[in-house]
């Protein structure tokens, strides 16, 4: 009897055991199925992570080129402003150049009757008996003189002034009758004249030495 009744203690100890046992490997098994899930979780979070990470450089790029774009079509826009500004002001330039000057064959081709007139004038200057013609001639003269005038054509002075290659062209050279007109315009062989301050003929001068 008391055999039997160890026997059944040895049993049901020996089956306690093995549900202990059982039980903590069922333990164990979660912990390490816990384990495992907080690395997996670690590992996807760190995924993410780098995800975020990949995606906040990829946007910091996009807007990095989009400045770059802009600022290209800004710089641009004002090479394109500025060349049209200088494209502008050359026009207007060129418009009251042409509307200054726009006259200046016209009056180049009129020179030479005046020159005639005046040659005209001076020969007549010893003949006394034809005083009507002189009158003539000279209010002709300074009709054509006011037209020129109206024109902003301006005789250039040359005679005793100071020699300038700016307005004047050196036909020959004499020795100076006085001292003072050494360097100086002594004659002039034709006259210039100037259009809205504009040579748009040289005096031909001799030039005393």
């Not at 826009?77 to 500025?82: E, T």
Request: charge should be positive.
């Amino acid at each position: 009897m008391l055999n039997k009744h160890w026997h059944k203690l040895f049993v049901n100890r020996k089956h306690f055991s093995a549900i202990m046992t059982k039980k903590m490997n069922k333990k164990e098994d979660k912990n390490i199925e816990t384990a495992e899930e907080k690395v997996e979780q670690k590992t996807e979070n760190k995924k993410s992570s780098k995800k975020s990470a990949s995606k906040e450089l990829k946007k910091d790029h996009e807007i990095e080129v989009l400045n770059l774009k802009v600022k290209e079509q800004e710089d641009r826009y004002l090479r394109l402003s500025a060349e049209f500004d200088n494209f502008r002001k050359r026009t207007l330039k060129e418009k009251a150049d042409l509307a200054k000057y726009g006259d200046e064959e016209v009056m180049l081709r009129l020179l030479p009757v005046i020159d005639d007139f005046e040659r005209a004038i001076q020969s007549l200057e010893n003949i006394k008996d034809i005083d009507a013609m002189k009158d003539g001639l000279m209010l002709i003269y300074n009709k054509f003189s006011d037209f020129l005038k109206q024109k902003n054509v301006q005789e250039i002075e040359a005679v005793q002034m100071d020699f300038d290659t700016d307005c004047h062209e050196a036909i020959t050279k004499i020795p100076a009758p006085e001292k003072k007109l050494k360097g100086k315009v002594v004659d002039v062989v034709e006259k210039g004249y100037t259009l809205n301050g504009k040579v748009i003929r040289y005096s031909k001068v001799i030039i005393g030495e």
